[in-house]
């Protein structure tokens, strides 16, 4: 096995059981390895600190597997944690939702891969070099393990292209290829999911508990969806006794499953409003027009996915949740969310205050707003926690 030798003061972050070696903390690598193999990485004097896997053109150049010396990695290993990973949805997650992030990567000692379950079909990225080497006894552990009938590749996007990997989708394990719209339940709601299509892997499950708090408080008021997708707020409101729900996003695609998602569970049809456009024009338009809400969500796209770009998205965030508080009547409440990993979370409540204070509103935090558990953070891997959210009262 090659050996990846950390610079003098470099270990630290491995000893915390952080599990990325960045490239500027490597002084050597003896040995040759391929992308994706197992490396021993040692400290300056030769001590060893974890098996990983060597990213030969990404920044991170080695992604922790386990920090014992004693473990093999292989089929038998993964099987292991993936049964970790399931075991912890089944303590967290309610069993009558089917819609449920089975491992998160990193925050599950699986880095660079994803699999998210949707009733009887299951969809899989393979994200970083490790991953893809070990793709083989990943879907045979995924087999063993996950009793459904599909099981579908979706390897696409940034992350695995910083690690030199071409995107990739398709069945998995001569499995059939799932439906065109896979029937999930989500506190007893229905929802459909395009997995060919669809944002993610189909479905925003990082949002289950914040859904569940707007319905808890969405009875009588007069609800703005922003963002709406395919309506997982919405139709949380509508099930909560909302009096209305708009719902705005650029896609007329995702609005349009939205509407059948509201009809597919009996809600009223009337209440519901959808309006395709730029959010930001919308609600400009809006503010313009003196409409008011008692209600809103903000949920909008990832505006920062690395440091670099945090200034211009704070800009965004800023000037959405500025018109947010321009459209709120006295004491409505305000669901805003930043899915920027980039962005810390002091920072965000930050603009949000800013926000208010241009729109000359005063606020208060109701609630601090987070992932659902089946994205865990572990408390050695803070970055896990992407999803951060406010849930604020303005003040009559
Ligand atoms: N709230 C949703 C997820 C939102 S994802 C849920 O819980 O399921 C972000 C959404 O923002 C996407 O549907 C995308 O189409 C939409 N979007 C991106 N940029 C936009 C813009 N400028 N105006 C309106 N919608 C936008």
């Not at 391929?34 to 001590?47: C, K, L, N, S, Y």
């Not at 939702?97 to 880095?111: I, M, S």
């Amino acid at each position: 096995m090659a050996t990846v030798v950390l610079k003098p003061g470099r270990d630290k972050a491995l000893r915390r059981r952080h599990p990325w070696v960045f490239s500027g903390a490597v002084a050597r690598v003896q040995g040759r390895p391929g992308p994706g193999e197992t490396v021993t990485v040692v400290d300056a004097r030769g001590r060893f600190l974890a098996q990983a896997a060597y990213s030969p053109q990404s920044q991170i150049r080695a992604r922790v597997w386990t920090f014992r010396d004693d473990a093999v990695i292989g089929p038998a290993w993964f099987r292991e944690r993936l049964q970790q990973a399931l075991a912890l949805r089944q303590a967290v997650l309610p069993p009558a939702d089917t819609g449920q992030r089975l491992v998160f990567a990193e925050a599950d000692g699986l880095p660079g891969l994803i699999v998210d379950r949707y009733a009887d079909t299951v969809v899989v990225q393979f994200l970083s070099a490790g991953a893809e080497f070990w793709r083989a006894a990943i879907v045979q552990a995924l087999r063993d393990l996950i009793p459904v009938r599909h099981l579908y590749e979706r390897s696409e996007g940034e992350a695995r292209a910083l690690e030199g990997l071409p995107p990739r989708r398709g069945p998995l394990a001569d499995t059939p290829p799932p439906p065109r719209a896979v029937t999930i339940h989500e506190a007893g709601l229905t929802f459909t999911v395009d997995v060919y299509h669809g944002h993610k892997t189909g479905f925003y499950l990082d949002q289950r508990p914040n859904r569940a708090l707007v319905r808890a408080w969405a009875r009588d008021r007069h609800v703005l969806d922003v963002f709406a997708y395919t309506g997982g707020f919405s139709v949380h409101a509508l099930a909560g006794g909302a009096a209305e729900v708009w719902a705005v996003d650029a896609s007329a695609a995702a609005l349009e499953r939205a509407a059948t998602h509201i009809a597919a569970n009996g809600l009223p049809q009337a209440r519901f409003h959808a309006q395709v456009g730029n959010a930001f024009e919308v609600l400009r338009a809006w503010v313009q027009q003196q409409r008011a809400f008692d209600l809103i969500v903000l949920d909008p796209p990832k505006f920062a996915s690395r440091a670099a770009q945090v200034p211009k998205a704070a800009r965004g965030y800023k000037d959405i949740n500025r018109l947010a508080f321009l459209l709120l009547r006295p004491g409505g409440l305000l669901f805003t969310f930043s899915c920027s990993g980039a962005l810390p979370r002091d920072l965000f409540q930050k603009i949000v205050a800013d926000a208010a204070l241009d729109a000359g509103r005063t606020a208060h935090i109701v609630a601090d707003l987070s992932q659902g558990p089946d994205h865990p953070i572990p408390l050695a891997y803070p970055e896990a926690r992407y999803l951060k959210g406010l849930l604020v009262r303005v003040q009559e």
